[in-house]
């Protein structure tokens, strides 16, 4: 059996490293299923199974545990970068200003009372207790990806070697930090006294006043005198609204009309437009109609077509000239579940599946261009990922000098491929950059290299746990932590309530979108009917995310000099 027990205890062995990581993971990932109180920790819980594997003794050496912890933390960024970047920059539009400032003053807040309670409640003279804390406010907020930031900042602070755990910290408050998130939102609604159904009814009547811009199909008669002898591009001038003519029917004959076709009086035209502009529409040309465009004398077809062609992509319609020259028209786009007006200054993004009209062979053409192929997409682009790697390392490494820090600061491991995954998803396409991949790709790869990161995190912090949770100041770390929590959350949730009005619902995914905790986002989705909550997550993640990263990384260099 002395095989079996180097297998264990050889820390040198590759098949032991291989063993540790996967006996840390599964059963991180197996217990992290499992909920408490009906709340699970999901993959978190591979930090917890990483301490336990370290205090007992199973460890590898201090080198492959670094390299695994960094190539899991880069892995990791930079996909959650692919996933953020494209919406990054829109979530400043459109309403999502007050939410991202609501969300950026909660990160400075928890900033604010995690330095607050370091310099009422902890020695200030150990070097080792602001980075303990930022540890705890990472699990405060329940955001791994600062953990990951703030750890590979300690090694530019500290000599090699030296840096202290900070996982301890982080695994002492992230419990607390799931629950005080949930519970902190629920008092919310008990201090504001609000009543579900009235918010469920206020986005109701809101929705029914301001509908959102989708496509809206219908078929109309042309009866205004005024246009008769007009080209649709003089229409679409003088209307003053964005519209599709995707078929027009006259004299008994179908055709694909483009912008220089001349329509007449008691033609009838199948338009598509923005949901918002259709009774302005029709106002304009005429009364709605029926007709069944299937049994008219030139076959017509409508079909699905998915943009897989990477030369199509960052495209946009008006460049390509659908109706013009190949004779069908681009009615709407379907992109992340969401239906949208094919504006003719739209950009396609590879993924994108357009609504094609007009005869089946010119489909069929335009299908071609498009590419159109489903297995395209089932296979990631490797070679954009690790380009984006080689770059985000890259600037990284890249020094800076700041006024008042003594050494220069770098963006490191995790900023680095995390700008760089942000500026690729949002403007690949102008470098000829095909950067989709399906989201079950991005999310193996993004839980990959979590686990990778929390299992080493553990696995190194383990020895010395205990001693520090036990006979430290562990039980300092869970009510500070806890503190971090709810305080600022309280804070910001009656400012967008009292102040801005907001949506009690909307509130929940701002929330939970400001500390990036998923369970937050599940517990708002299953106390609501609607989206509310998910559209507040989503317009404030992308920022919070960076801001978290960002600030970790900060406090560690400002301030553990």
């Given at each position: 059996m002395d095989w079996f027990q180097n297998l264990l205890s050889d820390p040198s062995s590759i098949a032991h490293i291989v063993?540790?990581?996967?006996?840390?993971?599964?059963?991180?990932?197996?217990?992290?299923?499992?909920?408490?109180?009906g709340i699970s920790l999901g993959v978190t819980f591979v930090l917890f199974a990483g301490i336990l594997a370290g205090h007992l003794g199973?460890?590898?050496?201090?080198?492959t545990l670094n390299f695994i912890q960094d190539f899991g933390l880069i892995i990791f960024v930079y996909c959650v970068g692919l996933q953020v970047g494209p919406g990054f920059f829109e979530a400043f539009q459109k309403g999502g200003v007050t939410l991202n400032l609501l969300a950026v003053g909660l990160v400075l807040l928890n900033v604010a009372v995690m330095l607050g309670l370091y310099y009422l409640v902890f020695d200030t003279s150990d070097p080792k207790n602001l980075p303990m804390m930022v540890g705890v406010l990472c699990g405060a907020v329940t955001n791994t990806p600062g953990l990951g930031a703030a750890?590979?900042?300690?090694?530019?602070v500290f000599p090699q070697g030296a840096a202290p755990q900070i996982a301890s910290g982080y695994a002492c408050a992230y419990p607390l930090g799931v629950v005080g998130i949930i519970g902190a939102t629920i008092a919310l609604r008990y201090i504001c006294r609000i009543a579900l159904q009235k918010e469920?009814?206020?986005?109701?009547?809101?929705?029914?006043?301001n509908p959102h811009v989708k496509p809206h199909k219908m078929t109309l008669k042309v009866e205004n005198a005024a246009l008769n002898g007009k080209t649709?591009?003089?229409?679409?001038?003088?209307?003053?609204?964005?519209?599709?003519c995707s078929r027009a029917l006259h004299e008994g004959h179908v055709s694909i009309p483009n912008r220089d076709t001349v329509i007449y009086l008691g033609d009838l035209l199948y338009i598509v437009c923005a949901e918002d502009d259709a009774e302005a529409v029709m106002a304009f040309m005429g009364s709605e109609t029926q007709v069944d465009w299937t049994i008219q004398d030139l076959p017509m077809v409508s079909k699905s077509i998915l943009v897989t062609q990477p030369s199509m992509n960052g495209k946009t319609f008006g460049q390509l000239h659908?109706?013009?020259v190949h004779g069908v028209n681009v009615t709407r786009i379907s992109r992340s579940g969401m239906n949208l007006f094919?504006?003719?200054n739209l950009r396609m993004q590879v993924g994108d599946k357009i609504i094609v009209v007009g005869p089946e062979d010119a489909v069929d053409r335009v299908a071609n261009m498009m590419g159109n192929s489903i297995k395209r997409l089932d296979h990631p682009n490797l070679a954009i990922i690790f380009v984006g790697l080689m770059l985000g390392i890259v600037l990284g490494s890249i020094p800076f000098a700041i006024p008042g820090i003594p050494m220069p600061v770098k963006l490191g491991l995790a900023g680095g491929p995390l700008i760089v995954a942000i500026l690729i998803g949002k403007w690949g396409y102008k470098m000829h950059m095909v950067t989709y991949t399906t989201t079950s790709a991005n999310l193996m790869l993004r839980e990959f290299g979590l686990a990778l990161f929390l299992a080493s995190v553990g696995i190194k912090a383990g020895a010395n746990f205990f001693d520090t949770v036990v006979a430290g100041d562990g039980l300092k770390?869970?009510?500070?932590?806890?503190?971090?929590?709810?305080?600022?959350?309280?804070?910001?949730?009656?400012?967008?309530?009292?102040?801005?009005?907001?949506?009690?619902?909307?509130?929940?995914?701002?929330?939970?979108?400001?500390t990036t905790d998923p369970p937050a986002l599940a517990f708002a989705n299953q106390s609501a009917n609607n989206d509310a909550a998910a559209v507040g997550y989503s317009t404030v993640y992308p920022m919070t995310m960076f801001l978290r990263i960002l600030t970790a990384q900060i406090i560690i260099l400002l301030l553990c000099q």
């Open positions: 063993l540790l990581y996967a006996l840390v993971i599964t059963a991180g990932l197996f217990l992290g299923k499992q909920k408490f109180f199973l460890t590898g050496t201090m080198s750890t590979e900042a300690l090694t530019q469920e009814d206020q986005i109701t009547a809101e929705r029914a006043e649709l591009l003089q229409v679409r001038t003088f209307l003053g609204r964005d519209f599709v659908f109706s013009s094919a504006d003719r770390y869970v009510w500070t932590g806890f503190l971090i929590t709810v305080v600022p959350i309280l804070i910001i949730g009656l400012i967008a309530r009292l102040k801005y009005k907001l949506n009690y619902f909307t509130i929940m995914g701002l929330i939970a979108g400001s």
